[in-house]
């Protein structure tokens, strides 16, 4: 458990302690509690959505270096990640791919590209469940556990980075985490490609600013359609895309 999670909880204890205390006899003793209990609950399920919050684990959002790193989430997929990675060829640029174990095991041979060409792997869950934080802790350690015993095999070496589905935590996720040392790669430019228009989407690209861990997914057809552009754009603004060097110096300080 973060102290943010504990320092909520002591904060609520005690408010509601004193409100006890001072308004045990008033009619308003209730909205008093509902009060105490609703700012409670504001704060925990902030923590619950937010990895920027770094509520209930901590979550590394910008590379320490000026390089940019791209990061594709829910592959691979056949169509569109060798789309991607032919994008990422041509630059030379190098992504992590956050990939969900089910659909690795079913393209294994993307998976050796994603590796031969140099970029990197993180647990994205076996079977990436829309219900994951809902999860019961040791279904939590399966899906975490399945990808690693499946994949790993693939990629020969420890994969060690992880980001949740969705992006919720909460205190069972966490355990599970801090048990296998792994770490929570967020982001700090989230592009929303899942919606199509390509303006907005590389509009909210262009955002992107030296540090940035940028979240796309390799799932997406509109996603493998702009990223040339992007790269191109981005390259304009003075933007430096990570290259190998990057991705393991970047791996190397967060698993310190
Ligand atoms: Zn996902």
Redesign the pocket.
């Known amino acids: 458990m973060r102290w943010k999670h504990r320092l909520n909880i002591a904060v609520a204890l005690s408010t509601l302690l004193i409100v006890f205390l001072l308004f045990r006899n008033s009619p308003y003793l209730w909205l008093w509690v509902a009060f105490v209990v609703s700012n409670f609950c504001v704060f925990l399920v902030f923590g619950i959505i937010f990895l920027r919050f770094q509520y209930f684990y901590p979550s590394i959002f910008r590379n320490s270096g000026p390089e940019v790193i791209l990061t594709f989430?829910?592959g691979p997929d056949p169509v569109q990640t060798p789309r991607i990675l032919d994008t990422l060829q041509k630059h030379g640029i190098k992504a992590i791919f956050?990939m969900?174990g089910k659909k690795a095991q079913e393209h294994p041979e993307i998976v050796q590209r994603i590796i031969s060409e140099g970029h990197r792997i993180g647990n994205?869950t076996q079977n990436?469940s829309l219900f994951f934080a809902m999860l019961h802790s040791e279904k939590v350690a399966q899906e975490i556990d399945s990808f690693t015993k499946n994949i790993e095999p693939l990629v020969s070496e420890k994969i060690t980075i992880f980001?949740p589905?969705?992006g919720y935590t909460n205190p069972k996720i966490a355990r599970a985490l801090r048990r296998r040392k792994f770490k929570i790669v967020a982001w700090s430019v989230r592009s929303y490609d899942s919606f199509k228009n390509r303006e907005a989407l590389l509009n909210r690209l262009m955002k992107t600013k030296p540090r940035s861990i940028v979240l796309l997914?390799d799932n997406l057809e509109q996603t493998a359609d702009i990223l040339d552009e992007y790269i191109v754009q981005a390259q304009a603004n003075g933007i430096i895309f990570a290259k190998q060097e990057h991705l393991k110096k970047f791996i190397h300080e967060i698993n310190q």
């Open positions: 989430d829910d956050f969900i994205h990436h980001r589905p969705i997914h």
